[in-house]
């Protein structure tokens, strides 16, 4: 089998926490993304959803938080405390 060299551009922070998850894991990065495109091939796909935006973003979500704002500064809101998981 020959081989091919991939060279990609990566912001630093981004390559140190993927090399330190892949190390977690079990892996290198080489072998992940190695990993990562025989499931390209195998699916035909991208192997994980895409999500373009945050939905916290969304329109809709923008439209019922504004609403919530409206309800709370006209003083019809009800303080709760800040449950932590």
Not at 45 to 70: G, T
């Amino acid at each position: 089998m020959s081989t091919a060299t991939l060279q990609v551009r990566l912001d630093n922070q981004l390559k140190k926490d993927a090399d330190r998850f892949f190390l977690a894991a079990g892996l290198d990065t080489t072998t992940a993304v190695r990993i990562f495109l025989r499931q390209v091939l195998v699916r035909r796909a991208i192997p994980f959803d895409i999500i373009a935006d945050d939905p916290f973003y969304a329109p809709a979500n923008q439209k019922v938080l504004k609403k919530s704002i409206r309800h709370l500064e006209s003083g019809k809101g009800t303080p709760h405390a800040l449950i932590e998981s």
